[in-house]
């Protein structure tokens, strides 16, 4: 079983939709984990921590949900500009604390 | 102002010959990482340096090596390239130890073996 396990998608929706993505992890030690944007050719970037209490920041809410071990990003109102992958990246507490992993990445296609 | 920065952005080498790939921090990180993405798939980490404690990934191939000679700078050497080498390399930086700390990412290195 893969560490850090996304839907690679494509999800293509029209502009204005909401769409959401989730990741499942392996590692029950994993402590802190993050989404990252990645645009064709260029490098990943930082969208959001993802905290205890999932948080929010503008169109993008992030909820964490360590019972079940998934992550979950959820965009309202997409714009085109939001077409990218998202790499939903996990990091141990134990056993590798500095590593971060990431998964497959998911794309997002935003259409007219 | 860049705060990771890798050099150079494009290298192409001769499959066999040896390359070194560089990149230089501004935050004073702790921890560097160095990252191979191929195509559509997942940055997969080969491995990265606490402070200068050395962390190799077990699956990372042998052809592969890394120099941290200070905090700021981590080198990323490939000893023989092969056609399978060609990929996008990537280095990160982030502060050691717990709590949500994120990694800093260069531009990258695209790497052309031929």
């Known amino acids: 079983r893969k560490e850090v396990e996304q839907d690679p998608g494509p999800f293509n929706v029209p502009e204005g939709a909401t769409v959401a993505f989730n990741c499942t992890y392996s590692?029950?030690?994993?402590?802190?984990f993050f989404w990252y944007r990645q645009d064709c050719r260029k490098e990943p970037k930082l969208l959001m921590s993802?905290?205890?209490s999932g948080n929010e920041d503008g169109r993008f809410t992030a909820q964490l949900n360590r019972a079940s071990q998934y992550i979950s990003l959820l965009i309202r109102d997409s714009k085109l500009s939001d077409s990218a992958t998202y790499l939903c990246?996990?990091?141990?507490?134990?056993?590798?604390?500095?590593?971060?992993?990431f998964g497959t990445g998911t794309q997002l296609k935003v259409e007219l | 102002d860049a705060m990771v920065i890798q050099n150079p952005r494009y290298q192409v080498t001769q499959f066999g010959k040896p390359v070194t790939l560089s990149c230089s921090q501004t935050?004073?990180?702790?921890?560097m990482y160095w990252y191979q993405q191929k195509s559509s798939q997942a940055p997969k980490l080969l491995f990265h340096?606490?402070?200068?404690?050395?962390?190799n990934e077990a699956d990372t191939p042998d052809n592969f090596q890394s120099r941290r000679p200070n905090t700021s700078f981590c080198f990323l050497d490939i000893r023989s390239p092969g056609l399978g080498d060609a990929a996008m390399y990537l280095c990160?930086?982030?502060?050691?130890?717990?709590?949500?700390?994120?990694?800093?990412f260069g531009q990258g290195t695209r790497l052309t073996v031929v």
């Open positions: 990160a930086t982030s502060r050691e130890g717990a709590g949500n700390t994120e990694a800093f």
């Open positions: 590692n029950s030690a994993s402590q802190s």
């Open positions: 993802v905290y205890s």
């Open positions: 990246v996990v990091r141990p507490l134990t056993g590798g604390g500095n590593k971060l992993t």
């Open positions: 935050l004073n990180h702790n921890v």
């Open positions: 340096y606490y402070d200068k404690d050395f962390n």
